[in-house]
């Protein structure tokens, strides 16, 4: 994905997101890094080019894009929060030994949940846990290795 500054620029302040240098860079990350990384991530990612970055920093950044529907929140453990650029319906596969996470299209519509319908939903979620492709081939050449 090919970021433009200026695109970015323009979606905070269509979206009414007070423009700074840092909320700029948290969002030009997430869209350089497809990545779903978690606040530690972003951070670390960024601290060197923005020394006066802080955590509080990115967890009130990452607030702000969430509730301006800019970026999603995964929580696939609960112990982990992650964040999506693509806000668009899709799955996420977790690997269990790389610890990656992966998109996958689904319809999450296509669902049949007739025992919600006077419920009021605000998202919906797949995810997926497992050995990714590429796992598994690294672990069968190293059985083969030995």
Sequence with gaps: MKVIYADL????KSRNIRLSHQRLK?????????????????YNGLHQDVPTLS????YNTLNSLVDAGLVRVINIEDNE??????TDNHG?????????????????DSFDAHELDHFKIFDKNIYFKGICRQC?????NIQSNN
């Design 55 to 58: 955590k509080t920093t990115v």
């Design 9 to 12: 620029l323009n979606e905070l």
């Design 81 to 86: 929060t992650r964040y999506d650029i693509d």
């Design 92 to 108: 996420h596969f977790k690997c269990e030994k790389c610890r990656k996470i992966y998109d996958f299209k689904i319809n999450i």
């Design 26 to 42: 948290v969002l030009e990350y997430l869209t350089k890094n497809y990545t779903h990384p978690t606040v530690d991530q972003i």
């Design 136 to 140: 598994q081939i690294d672990s069968s």
